[in-house]
């Protein structure tokens, strides 16, 4: 009998901590020593938490999803205990159901506690095994899927982990690395934290890197992680940071909160990038060479997840909500470090391109108020961003300052409403700002007129936008060989691609891409200038001015593949992919070759590549019927993929191919081999 009531008052314990906590418990800090395993993909070791007691419960719990207890529960007072000799000094009622540990115990108001235990995962998402690399994505996903914690952002809690790992690798984490132990073949990293997070905000990486460091002009070090193969592709991946930092420290009025600040790439990562606190993970697609630089690199992803080191990590929202107090925040401060390096007309071009993305939203009858936590990315990120530069047009730089500084410094480390920022910019503008939360915040309707308003403050985009070709004159031929900006000759060309003469081709590097995007039609006239654009530093006009040469003039075709044979292009072999394809429909180039490079071509689907470059090579085998056994396995063991848009690319295609007769048989036999 006495059992069988312990086990139903666990149970209606259980049924009454399920909701939200924060008002009863508030949890200091956790401290885990972890064994990180590749080869049996889990984690485990000891772990320690530390709460205080908000008010008289018999429960309360850790988020731990996919987790088991390995030990009992003790009550630490500090001392470690040796399991097969030493007796526990108190074990704690506990209990694993519906991912959470939850503890019993006459918890009274303002005590503190500090419990022990051991714990293993075999994490199914938030953490990623990806061929040498470990790397972990807690927002959207839950770190409690290999680290017991608290799922609700409103718990702030200092993480200290220590991660034991195989020697011949880097191992990151949120934090100072004060300590490493080296052994003959594993090495224990030790990381402190020193103030208090959001749990989605832990972070661990694992690889083979080497490291670059500067130090910001206020003594932060700045640690830039690449792939040891990757040494001349440091300078163009990670150019500007420092100034960035600088910038945005000045900027903001507030120090950098953190202990130092972390950048490191990653394989097949989930996002762009991830502000996890002091340790920004990014994606390798985002690692370029000179050449690349010019037509995709970091410098924007880079900014927006510095900025957020203050704006989502510092002062975290309360709930989806008040989303954009984290994401319009940072792409509106990643603005302003642009505008700090490229200039004034950058900036309002990049507020330009945001307000045509939220234009067609609106045209699509999608928008959204800016409070609505179910709001898209667009209205979150480009709406809020926007909201922020009118506001400060509204107040003036000097009181919109000032409301940063004080909002930042009363909510550190701790959470944020929207009212909390707007009170304080009312503060120190003096001014009833209702207004501008009703049409800017919670009306669904974008203030258009606002917006061009605002541009129009700026001459560059007054010039842009009164520029139109639609109808060819003498005066677009003259449009291209004038002062105007590039931003509007390249508009300029988009209107009379049809009409372009060689002198257009004396403009820039981003002008000249225009042309090879826009003039597919090559008038023999300008072919000698056209062909210039394969010499041009952008894989990006490279690949377009290729394919319209090679389909302008089949006579020449030989010519232009050897020009071009030894270009790879972007992390997905954007020039590289085509190359193949053109190759292997020019039948009198190569013809020994032509199985050589369909298996090179098909080699870029498999596994060990990089998503975007197995997408790409997917795309042309398609586009050329070129799928054999070895792409369709490839393409079946993609749509379980981690990463959901490569999974959802995949089963696309996949049901694409279903439909054609040439492969739907061998794709029964492939998924009944697996079955």
Known sequence: MKLLFQFIIVLFFFGNVTAQQTGDVDFKKIEANLNVSTYSKQVDGMYFVEFEILKDVDSIYLDAKNIKLKSEVWEDSGIKPEFNNNPLERTIASKVSDGKIVFFDKFKAGKKFRFGFRYESIPKKAMYFVDDQIWTQGQGKYTSNW????????????????????????????????NRDIGEEFTKWHYDMQNPMSSYLVALAIGKYNKKTETSKSGIPLEYYYYPEDSLKVEPTYRYIKQMFDFLEEEIGFAYPWLNYKQ??????????????????????????????????????????????????????????HHWLQEGFATYYALLAERDIFGEDHYYWQLFENAQELIAQEEAGQSTSLLDPKSSSTTFYKKGAWALHVLREQVGDSAFKDAV??????????????????????????????????????????????????????????????????????????????????????????????????EAFRNNLQVRQAIAQYVSEIPKEIKQEYESLLNDKSYVTIEAALYNLWVNFPQERIKYLQKTKDIKGFSDYNVRLLWLVLNLNTIEFEPEKKQDILNELIGYSLPEHHF????????????????????????????????????KFAKELLSQLENEDAYKQLIDKLKNEQD
């Open 264 to 321: 490191v790439p990653v394989k097949d990562f989930l996002y762009s990038g991830m502000e996890n606190t002091s340790l920004t993970i990014f994606s390798d697609g985002f690692v370029v060479d000179s050449i690349g630089y010019n037509d995709k690199n970091y410098i924007t992803v880079n900014a927006h997840e510095l900025a957020h080191q203050w704006f989502g990590d510092l002062v975290t929202a309360t709930s989806g909500a």
């Open 612 to 647: 975007e470059l197995r997408m790409n090579a997917f795309n042309y085998l398609k586009l050329i019927g070129g799928f054999d056994e070895k792409a369709i396995k490839s393409l079946l063991q993609a749509t379980k993929h981690h990463n959901w848009r490569f999974s």
């Open 405 to 502: 500084k004080v909002y930042l410094n009363t909510h550190q480390f701790g959470n944020v409403k929207t009212s909390d920022f707007i009170s304080e910019v009312e503060k120190t503008s003096q001014q009833d700002l209702s207004e501008f939360v009703d049409v800017w915040l919670t009306s669904v309707e974008l203030p258009e007129d606002a917006i061009v308003k605002s541009l129009k403050k700026s001459e560059f985009m007054r010039e842009y936008l009164s520029i139109d070709c639609t109808e060819y004159s003498q005066k677009c031929k003259d449009y291209l060989v004038s002062n105007i900006s590039d931003k509007a000759k390249i508009k300029v060309v988009s209107q009379i691609s049809k009409h372009i003469e060689a």
């Open 147 to 178: 680290l017991p914690s608290i799922d609700d952002v409103n718990d702030k809690i200092e993480f200290d982990l220590s991660i034991t790992y195989e020697n011949g690798y880097e191992v990151l984490a949120n934090g100072k690395l004060i």
